[in-house]
């Protein structure tokens, strides 16, 4: 009997939670609101039960693998792409040709140092647009830095020797983004800096708030020395950077041994994935949603950037789904380069002042593919308070914030005083855990989380190009 009526009291309680979470969503809204709400309600349920981004990754990932630009597997990328566009059913699908950079890392780097005797394997690799090692690699003496305002310093100090940049993130900043920003000027900027002073080569603790084996890659740069000048550079594991911090303490001396063999090949051809729906009320307004095609080569491209890529176009799937007709043309793009250079970007935004084109917003998806937590704007002062209004239908799904900050690398060209531009913002503190590395694979998504980021951008969309258009101001 006690069982009985535990059962029962839990049912109630059940129930009026239910209650709750429904009344929630309907408190204080207008009548349009809460039409507003019912919509962004059968997105998720949507999103959850009959949503396709889950597979769609797998099949990108697991049949496609990393897509780095320039390589094959970026243009078998561009090929699904297109493909998948014509099948979801969108008005029309076209490629954006773009010349991208082709660097490719050769075989497996390797790295070693002694101690007493005791030989010790790095886990190393090649940074994006880094130069190779001589054929028998890189020996010499190691100074560590913890920046690069450090490293400039020592000046001719460095010349022959290995600089190592160590700085850690700042695992203090619970937004794991502004860590990642405020260290990762060593890994594109360290060769410049030290490459003029003479040095053999740069090694940089690789960008992660966790401590590993897996070293990450990603882009660096020689800026404006001349080729003599070039180094090559590496990224190691944080575990490693640790135990090698370490033992430089005890053995200031020792000699790191470094050997990779990448090289930079002439610009490659590629495209832009390109498909909208047009706008029923004004065709000639667009509004963009996107993320990039290409990855790194380590791994999958998982969260970086697949899970934006197959949210973006299961925005313009729940539209179809749920026969929401947008007003505005909704315009679906996956952009290429992204990873080492931003072609793509840079071409749709030239193509689209080319043409006159009038974006009125555009939404970003490349922080993973995580629990959503909300939304960063770049807009002008009156659409961001117009953006910020949205909380409350916003937030029964555990999108809270909506805060003023930048958008996306890929949709920043389009920025302007009459473009609103919005930067998906899941909870960022597994993303560099993945980022970059051999570990970002399909394996690493989770199915609900994913889905849930779909529904999430698909929202934001029905709300801007309902509401957006109003409130854009007149072009001088």
């Given at each position: 009997m006690k069982k009985l009526s535990l059962f029962v009291i839990l049912v109630l309680a059940f129930s009026c939670a239910e209650k709750k979470e429904s009344s929630n969503t309907e408190l204080g809204l207008t009548t349009e609101e809460k039409k507003d709400s019912t919509n962004i309600k059968h997105l998720f349920n949507t999103a959850l039960m009959e949503g396709q981004s889950y597979e769609w990754l797998r099949d990108l990932t697991s049949n496609i693998g990393g897509r780095l630009s320039g390589s094959p597997e970026a243009q078998k990328a561009v090929e699904w792409g297109e493909r998948l566009m014509k099948e979801v059913g969108l008005d029309s699908v076209w490629l954006q040709p773009v010349m991208v950079p082709h660097w490719v890392r050769g075989e497996k780097e390797v790295a070693n140092y002694s101690v007493n005797g005791q030989k010790k394997n790095v886990p190393i690799c090649a940074l994006g647009f880094s130069i190779a090692t001589p054929k028998n690699g890189v020996t010499a003496e190691v100074i560590e830095v913890q920046g690069l305002k450090e490293a400039e310093a020592l000046g001719e100090k460095m010349r022959g020797k290995i600089v190592f940049f160590?700085?850690?993130?700042?695992?203090?900043?619970?937004?794991?983004?502004?860590?990642?920003?405020?260290?990762?000027?060593?890994?594109?900027?360290?060769?410049?800096?030290c490459g003029k002073y003479g040095a053999k080569g740069v090694i940089v603790r690789s960008m992660t708030n966790g401590v590993d084996d897996y070293p990450h890659t990603g882009t660096m740069s020689y800026g404006n020395i001349p080729k003599e000048e070039y180094i090559p550079t590496a990224a190691i594991s944080s575990r490693a950077a640790n135990i090698l911090s370490d033992d430089l303490k005890k053995n200031p001396n020792l000699k790191f041994y470094f050997k990779q063999s990448c090289k930079t090949l002439p610009d490659a051809p590629s495209f832009n994935v390109v498909g909208e729906i047009k706008g029923y009320e004004t065709p000639e307004n667009i509004m963009v949603v996107g993320g990039h095609l290409d990855s790194w080569d380590l791994g999958d491209g998982a969260h970086d950037d697949g899970t934006g890529v197959v949210q973006s176009l299961e925005v313009a799937y729940l539209f179809k789904k749920n026969d929401i007709k947008p007003k505005n043309t909704l315009r679906v793009v996956f952009f290429m380069n992204e990873e080492n250079g931003t072609r793509g970007a840079k071409e749709y935004a030239r193509l689209a002042k080319l043409h006159k084109e009038t974006h009125i917003g555009g939404l970003e998806s490349d922080a993973g593919g995580h629990t959503p937590r909300g939304f960063s704007i770049d807009a002008n002062a009156s659409n961001t308070a117009l953006l910020q209004s949205w909380k409350k239908l916003l937030s029964p799904y555990g999108l809270h914030d909506l805060d003023k900050g930048g958008s996306g690398a890929d949709i920043s060209p389009l920025k302007g005083e009459a473009v609103t531009l919005v930067g998906y913002r899941p909870d960022s503190q597994r993303y560099f855990d993945y980022h970059h590395t051999s570990t970002d694979t399909f394996d690493k998504v989770n199915k609900r989380e994913l889905q849930l980021g779909s529904a999430s951008m698909a929202s934001i969309i029905y709300l801007m190009d309902k509401y957006l258009y109003n409130n854009t101001p007149v072009k001088p």
């Open positions: 160590n700085r850690p993130f700042d695992n203090t900043l619970i937004n794991t983004f502004r860590a990642y920003g405020g260290c990762v000027g060593q890994r594109v900027r360290g060769a410049a800096v």
